[in-house]
C-alpha cells in the first residue's frame, strides 16, 4: 500500500449505505477501511482513540466494571470523543466511522511490542463489552452474524424441550426460569472454557449457552482475531514507517501525552517562593514532594531531578527571576560558591525558559515522559516513586504522609498492577478526603491545579503579592510542538489514501 498526496476520494454515500456500512455501534473490526483520509485527520483519529483507550484502562481499575457508575463515566467519555456507544441513535455514521479508522491507525502503533500489543488488547475488550452490554437484544443475533459468529438463539420450543438440563448445567441461572433469557446454540469448540468449569450443557456437539454466558466466548473470539491481526499488522510494519511523515507519529503514539501542556501562560507570578514548602506538602504529587524534600535536605539536586523539578515550578507559576534565586538560594546553603552557580547551573535554568541555546520554551514533563524515560539510578530522586521505588520503601513513604493502612494498601495493590497514574490519582483522592476526583490524572502540573482548586473552593490559584521583578521579554521563537503536531502541520495540504489498507492487516502482506 502507499500513502500518497493525490487527489483526495471521500466516500459521499446515500443514507441507506452508509447505515449499511456500520450497522451496529460495535464490531469485530474484520474489514479495514479504504477510503481517503487527511494526515491531520489521521493525527487527530489517533490521539482520540489513545484518550478512549486510556479512560477506558482508568475507569476499569477505579470502579467495577459492568456497575452503573462505571457505564456512565465510560458512555461519557464516548460522547465527549464522539465515538459511538449505542444503537438506535441519530447520524451515527460518523462516530462509527471515527470508530472503525482509528482502531485500525491504533494497530499500526500498538503492534511494536508484546507488551503494547497486550495493552491495547485488553483496553479495546474492555470496550467491547460496555459496548455488547448496551446493545439491545433484538440486535444481537443479527451483529454475531455480521461478525461471522456462529452463534444461533435456539426457539422458545427448543428452550422449552431443553430448560430443565440448561438450568441445571449453567450456575448463572441458578434458582431461575428461563423466562426470557436468551440461549444460544454454539459449537462445543468455541465453549471450551465452560466446559472446563462444567458449566455449560453439551448435546450433539454443541453447547447451549445463555446470554449472561455467551459475553466471555465473544470476548475470547475477539481477543484471538485481535492477538492474530496484530502479529499480521507487525509484519507489515516496516513498509508503513519507511513513510517518512507517519513514522514519527506512530513511534511516538503510544507513549505521548496528549492533553494540556500545562506552560507558564496565565500562572505567571501567582506563587511566590516563601509558598513553597507549604504547597509541597498540600498540593505537590509525591514525584514533585520528593524532589522537593531532597533538595531542601541535600541542597542540590542531580540533573534529572532539577530538570524534572525546575520545570515543574516553572509550571506553577514561577518566573525565571523567582528561579533563579530560588535554585541559588538552595544550592549556596549546599556550600557552593555563588560564582560556579552563576557560571555553570544558571546557563540550564536560562535555557529551560527558553533564553538560551536553541531557544525552546520547554513544558513540565507528563506522568508518562516520567514512568518511562531516564529512569533515577543511586543518589537521584527523579522519576515516579509509585514506578520507580521499591514497594516497602514506598510503604513507609506513604505511611510517612499520613495515609491511612487501608488506603496504602490499595495504592499498592493498584502499583502492582503497573496503574501507577491511577495509584497516584488514589493518592490524590486520600490526601483531599474525596471519594471520586473526577479526572483521569495524567500530569503532575494537573495534579497541584486540581489540588489548588479543592483547597480553594472551586477558584483558580490566588495571586499572591510579590516584589516587582524585571519584566520577561516575550520569548522570540514559540514554543517547540510535540513531533506528531508538527508532522500533521506540516503536511496540513497533503491527503492519504487508505485504499487497499487490507494489504497491511491480511496474510498475505
Known amino acids: 500500500m502507499e500513502f500518497s498526496g493525490r487527489k483526495w476520494r471521500k466516500l459521499r454515500l446515500a443514507g441507506d449505505q452508509r447505515n449499511a456500512s456500520y450497522p451496529h455501534c460495535l464490531q469485530f473490526y474484520l474489514q479495514p477501511p479504504s477510503e481517503n483520509i487527511s494526515l ?38 464516548l460522547r465527549k470523543l464522539k465515538f459511538s456507544y449505542r444503537e438506535n441513535l441519530e447520524d451515527e455514521y460518523e462516530p462509527r466511522r471515527r470508530d472503525h479508522i482509528s482502531h485500525f491507525i491504533l494497530r499500526l502503533a500498538y503492534c511494536q511490542s508484546e507488551e503494547l500489543r497486550r495493552w491495547f488488547i485488553q483496553q479495546e475488550m474492555d470496550l467491547l463489552r460496555f459496548r455488547f452490554s448496551i446493545l439491545p437484544k433484538d440486535k444481537i443475533q443479527d451483529f454475531l452474524k455480521d461478525s461471522q459468529l456462529q452463534f444461533e438463539a435456539i426457539s422458545d420450543e427448543e428452550k422449552t424441550l431443553r430448560e430443565q438440563e440448561i438450568v441445571a448445567s449453567s450456575p448463572s441461572l441458578s434458582g431461575l426460569k428461563l423466562g426470557f433469557e436468551s440461549i444460544y446454540k454454539i459449537p462445543f469448540a468455541d465453549a471450551l472454557d465452560l466446559f472446563r468449569g462444567r458449566k455449560v450443557y453439551l448435546e450433539d456437539g454443541f453447547a447451549y449457552v445463555p446470554l449472561k454466558d ?40 503510544s507513549h505521548s501525552y496528549t492533553g494540556q501542556d500545562y506552560s507558564t501562560q496565565g500562572n505567571v507570578g501567582k506563587i511566590s517562593l516563601d509558598q513553597i514548602d507549604l504547597l509541597s506538602t498540600k498540593s505537590f504529587p509525591p514525584c514533585m514532594r520528593q524532589l522537593h524534600k531532597a533538595l531542601r535536605e541535600n541542597h542540590h539536586l542531580r540533573h534529572g531531578g532539577r530538570m524534572q523539578y525546575g520545570l515543574f515550578l516553572k ?38 525558559f527558553g533564553k538560551e541555546g536553541k531557544r525552546t520554551d520547554y513544558t513540565p514533563f507528563s506522568c508518562l515522559k516520567i514512568i518511562l524515560s531516564n529512569p533515577p539510578s543511586q543518589g537521584d530522586y527523579h522519576g515516579c516513586p ?80 510579590i516584589q516587582p521583578e524585571t519584566p520577561q521579554p516575550k520569548p522570540g521563537v514559540q514554543k517547540t510542538k510535540d513531533a506528531s503536531s508538527a508532522l500533521a502541520s506540516l503536511n496540513s495540504s497533503l491527503e492519504m489514501d487508505m485504499e487497499g489498507l487490507e494489504d497491511y492487516f491480511s496474510e498475505d502482506s
Not at 45 to 74: C, F, H, M, P
Not at 395 to 421: A, E, M, N, R
Open 40 to 77: 491531520i485527520e489521521f493525527e487527530n483519529l489517533a490521539i482520540d482513540r489513545v484518550k478512549l483507550l486510556k479512560s477506558v484502562e482508568n475507569l476499569g481499575v477505579s470502579y467495577v466494571k459492568g456497575t452503573e457508575q462505571y457505564q456512565s463515566k465510560l458512555e461519557s467519555e
Open 214 to 253: 455467551i459475553v466471555a466466548i465473544i470476548l475470547n473470539e475477539f481477543r484471538a482475531k485481535l492477538s492474530k491481526a496484530l502479529a499480521l499488522t507487525a509484519r507489515s510494519l516496516p513498509a508503513v514507517q519507511s513513510d517518512e511523515r507517519l513514522q514519527p507519529l506512530l513511534n511516538h503514539l
Open 315 to 352: 509550571g506553577i507559576g514561577l518566573t525565571l527571576e523567582q528561579a533563579l534565586q530560588f535554585w541559588k538560594q538552595e544550592f549556596i546553603k549546599g556550600k557552593m560558591d555563588p560564582d560556579k552557580f552563576d557560571k555553570g547551573y544558571s546557563y540550564n535554568i536560562r535555557h529551560s
Open 386 to 465: 509509585f514506578r520507580h521505588s521499591d514497594p516497602e520503601l514506598l510503604k513507609q513513604k506513604l505511611q510517612s504522609y499520613k495515609i491511612s493502612p487501608g488506603g496504602i494498601s490499595q495504592i499498592l495493590d493498584l502499583v502492582k498492577g503497573t496503574h501507577y497514574q491511577v495509584a497516584c490519582q488514589k493518592y490524590f483522592e486520600m490526601i483531599h478526603n474525596v471519594d471520586d476526583c473526577g479526572f483521569s490524572l495524567n500530569h503532575p502540573n494537573q495534579f497541584f491545579c486540581e489540588s489548588q482548586r479543592i483547597l480553594n473552593g472551586g477558584k483558580d490559584i490566588k495571586k499572591e503579592p
